[in-house]
């Protein structure tokens, strides 16, 4: 099939999601076409089948804010004609799905049919999509694409009890890679950061409030009082110097390295015995999932789509929103040495069942029945 695939070029979730998915197709056979206005973070090799078509948003004193909208839908119209695509996949909702409604419009009056598929990955809807400024819009462009698909069943209950969707919507859970994530021999590198041979823990995030970094340093203070430890925090973002002041009124700060932005976090995680995440709200928890492929258990919260990720007690531990004396014993629990390797094991056990060879064909056949479905509605 001809796919376009339409998605946020950063290293949020969704952009990594929407990326892999399309190198994935790609090595399948598939000819895949990224819209979007910068090349996207994860579009990293050459390949005969992947295509890369940049909206450009022109600037007049006229406009206030550019109308990246339109520039996307026009985009979208003139890859559609010109390679003659199949179908067009957006992720996440604002604006893609309201963008691909008006491609879509367009096209029918040039008598091209083009089957929509929007997946909703989590803030589109559970934050920026319930403002009162987007909803009306949010609400009718999912309405109106002919396949939606979440990354969790929370994530599918939260948009039915937000907005008033009348379609089914699909549960297709992110996925990773275990070609690229999975444990690497880096004594080396543990050496270094950890030369008495501490337990590591680590967090990676955009470092926004709903992370709840402070639990992670508030939980560290307390494991570190009690066994030898190191913490690594990687990423960057709006909460990065609250977080820097915490580990100095904590006095952590010697023990605690802000590593910022890394492309290969593989890497880190290969060196990891704790992989943390306290979110108050995640939609899937994909970071999680990076760290089991890794071999590394998880401490999380018990909120969204974690508890269909992280098993209570085999993974890991989940614990309720700011429980910080639940997740520290938690901690502990793993991290003695006759429970870690257990827990090690079944992290890698749950990691291969999101394997991407079993997640990539329940995409690709959605594809295939939103399309037949598409041209079975145009001959009756």
Same mark, same amino acid.
């Not at 709903?210 to 990423?235: S, T």
């Not at 492929?293 to 614990?319: D, K, M, Q, R, Y």
């Not at 429970?339 to 329940?362: C, G, Q, T, V, Y």
């Given at each position: ?39 996207? #973070? ?30 996307? #839908? ?18 996440? #909702? ?49 309405? !109106? ?36 994530? +999975? ?25 926004? +409030? ?11 203070? !307390? ?21 820097? !002041? ?100 079944? #992290? ?24 037949? !479905?598409? +041209? ?5």
């Amino acid at each position: 099939m001809k796919i376009g695939i339409v998605c946020y070029p950063t290293f949020g979730g969704s952009g990594v999601v929407a990326t892999e998915l399309g190198k994935a197709l790609a090595k399948k056979g598939h000819e895949i076409h990224f819209i979007t206005y910068t090349q996207p #973070a994860r579009l990293d090799f050459f390949s005969e089948n992947l295509f890369y078509h940049e909206v450009k948003v022109a600037s007049y004193p006229l406009f206030d804010y550019p109308p990246y909208e339109l520039a996307l #839908a026009s985009k979208m119209v003139d890859v559609a004609q010109s390679v003659k695509l199949d179908l067009l996949h957006v992720h996440y #909702a604002i604006p893609h799905a309201s963008a691909a409604f008006m491609a879509k419009q367009i096209l029918a009056t040039k008598h091209i049919t083009m089957p929509i598929i929007t997946t909703l990955h989590g803030t589109d809807i559970t934050l920026v999509g319930k403002d009162p400024s987007y909803e009306p819009v949010v609400t009718f462009s999912i309405n !109106q694409s002919d396949g939606i698909t979440s990354v969790s069943e929370d994530l599918r209950k939260d948009t039915y009890s937000q907005f008033e969707i009348k379609k089914e919507i699909e549960v297709i859970p992110n996925f990773i890679d275990l070609q690229r994530f +999975k444990k690497q021999k880096k004594d080396h590198f543990k050496k270094v950061i950890c030369p008495d041979n501490e337990k590591l823990l680590v967090h990676t995030s955009n470092f926004r +409030k709903v992370k709840r970094i402070q639990d992670i340093v508030a939980v560290f203070a !307390q494991v570190k009082e009690i066994i030898p430890a190191k913490l690594l925090l990687v990423g960057d973002g709006p909460e990065r110097v609250k977080i820097e !002041q915490l580990c100095k009124d904590l006095e952590v700060e010697k023990c605690v390295h802000f590593l910022g932005k890394l492309d290969a976090i593989e890497e880190v995680l290969s060196v990891a015995d704790i992989f943390m995440m306290p979110s108050e709200k995640e939609s899937f928890g994909l970071a999680a999932l990076e760290a089991m492929a890794c071999e590394v258990p998880v401490i999380s919260s018990n909120t969204g789509g974690l508890p269909e990720l992280n098993i209570h007690g085999v993974t890991g531990f989940l614990s309720d929103v700011g429980d910080v004396e639940d997740m520290v014993k938690n901690t502990l629990t793993i991290l003695k040495d006759e429970n870690l390797p257990k827990f090690r094991a079944n #992290a890698l056990a749950r990691a291969k069942e999101f394997d991407i060879s079993n997640i990539l064909p329940l995409y690709e056949n959605y594809y295939k029945r939103i399309s037949e !479905q598409v +041209k079975g509605t145009l001959k009756v």
